[in-house]
């Protein structure tokens, strides 16, 4: 969609080429005796609502996890090393969770750590949508520890959630779909963000260029910077130095625009699965599943 638009016949080509493998996967998944997918598991409220909350979880996880070291890097100009550290708070705060996690919902079920888990991933995205192009770190901090329990809640909540509710003879079948549920999350939590940033930062780029006469060597390097692909460090390579510093400030608050409204997007769809976990039925999970 970056390349081609949303008007282009490629794009809508590849998307109904797209809907047309799923819908004869469908079809000929109903005739196998023994499917990869038995589509009826879905008729299963707790089933279908865990595997939308799971895909909603990676669609804002997934996001944080690969286009916060970018911001940190190549906005905000952090070296990789402290970058990777503030990301390790991230990962050891799920690391450390799930396991208490697993517990806990054995005694109570999944809807109330899905509940849990959406409205900390709603509140963690509320904190990023507050960041500058030089964070406070108190606010990512705060950001990544609401966004890293969640995690560790809802991976092992709609897991469990997900292949509790089936028939035995098909958890494993049920744990196979809520693992492509997951991933399938991740590649479109990544392909969403990185739209919303071309698009939303993009519109912001070009109002704010409109009055100044670039080379297309120089306007590839600004639009690099504002998608993250590039550090602002290399804008002086590329301009004289009575413009680098606006040059500088419009990239970077292009990339920061694009991802404030990419975060508050994420909220919005975390609030949809809260909604969906308030209406998952009051179900004791037999065992925690490894996740």
Known sequence: VQNWGFASWLFWLSFLAG??????????????????????????????????????????????????PIYLQNIAGYNPLYSGMVML????????????????????????????????????????????????????????????IATGINFVSTTTGSVSVVPKDKQGEASGIIFTTA???????????????AMVGGNFLWSQLADMNLTSEQMGIIEKVSKGMASFRMIPHYFSA??????????????????????????????????????????????TVTV
């Open 19 to 68: 809907l047309g493998f799923l819908t004869t996967l469908y079809y000929a998944e109903k005739k196998e005796r023994h499917p990869i997918i038995d589509f009826k598991l879905f008729k299963i409220r707790n089933f279908l609502f865990n595997n939308i909350i799971r895909l909603i979880a990676q669609l804002v996880f997934i996001p944080v996890l690969f286009f916060v």
């Open 89 to 148: 708070f991230l990962t050891v705060i799920i690391g450390i969770l799930s396991p208490i996690a697993g517990k806990w919902i054995d005694s109570v079920g999944d809807r109330i750590p899905n509940i849990m888990s959406m409205l900390l991933f709603a509140v963690g995205c509320a904190f990023m949508s507050h960041l500058e192009r030089v964070p406070e770190m108190y606010i990512l901090g705060i950001a990544l520890l609401f966004i890293g």
């Open 183 to 197: 991933w399938f999350g991740c590649a479109l939590g990544v392909a969403f963000m990185g739209l919303i940033l």
């Open 242 to 287: 009575d413009s680098i510093r606006r040059v500088t400030m419009i990239s970077t608050e292009s990339f920061m625009v694009g991802f404030r409204m990419s975060m508050l997007i994420l909220m919005s769809c975390s609030f949809v699965g809260l909604v969906l976990a308030v209406f998952l039925k009051r179900e004791k999970a037999e065992k």
